[in-house]
């Protein structure tokens, strides 16, 4: 497995887009496909926030996505965020998420940030055991989400 940023593999843009908006769209109202797509494609830079990553398989398939953004939870002030962390099903528990994790936590670092928060509805234990530190629990957009954040 090789994690890269979207940036080296633009072809690769509208499969995260896909996975996004099928797995978080109900959180933003309005969003659309084209829009979430637009957003994705806004998302390729490599020297600053925002950044995407991919992961690419021994075959150079996608194999998860995550990336590092600015104001996920809309009113919060903190910043950066680590988010849209998405491994298919038939590609998890292989260590995917994982290693994407780090990527954007190393590009974090390297961009002079000290601390990473993100949410998640699903993957509070995936995110303790990579040494995330639970903040607060909370109703998001009808959700239940759990915000965490990580000193770098």
Same mark, same amino acid.
């Given at each position: 497995?090789?994690? $890269?940023?979207?940036?080296?593999?633009?072809?690769?843009?509208?499969?995260?887009? #896909?996975? %996004?908006? =099928?797995?978080?769209?109900?959180?933003?109202?309005?969003?659309?496909?084209?829009?979430?797509?637009?957003? $994705?494609?806004?998302?390729?830079?490599?020297?600053?926030?925002?950044?995407?990553?991919?992961? &690419? @398989?021994?075959?150079?398939?996608?194999? @998860?996505?995550?990336?590092?953004?600015? =104001? =996920?939870?809309?009113?919060?002030?903190?910043?950066?965020?680590?988010?849209?962390? !998405?491994?298919?099903?038939?590609?998890?528990?292989?260590?995917?998420?994982?290693? &994407? $994790?780090?990527?954007?936590? %190393? +590009? #974090?670092?390297?961009? @002079? !940030?000290?601390? &990473? !928060?993100?949410?998640?509805?699903?993957?509070?234990?995936? !995110?303790?055991?990579?040494?995330?530190?639970?903040?607060?629990?909370? =109703?998001?957009?009808?959700?239940?989400?759990?915000?965490?954040? +990580?000193?770098?």
């Amino acid at each position: 497995m090789k994690i $890269v940023p979207l940036a080296e593999r633009p072809d690769l843009a509208e499969q995260v887009s #896909a996975w %996004g908006f =099928d797995e978080w769209g109900h959180l933003n109202q309005g969003q659309t496909p084209q829009t979430r797509l637009a957003e $994705v494609r806004g998302e390729m830079n490599v020297d600053r926030v925002p950044v995407t990553f991919v992961a &690419l @398989g021994e075959d150079g398939g996608i194999v @998860g996505t995550a990336a590092l953004i600015f =104001d =996920d939870l809309v009113g919060d002030p903190r910043n950066p965020w680590l988010a849209s962390v !998405y491994v298919p099903p038939e590609h998890r528990k292989k260590g995917i998420a994982s290693a &994407l $994790v780090r990527a954007v936590e %190393g +590009k #974090a670092r390297e961009l @002079g !940030y000290a601390r &990473l !928060y993100l949410f998640t509805t699903s993957a509070p234990a995936l !995110y303790a055991g990579l040494g995330w530190r639970a903040l607060e629990q909370r =109703d998001y957009r009808g959700e239940h989400i759990q915000v965490m954040d +990580k000193v770098l």
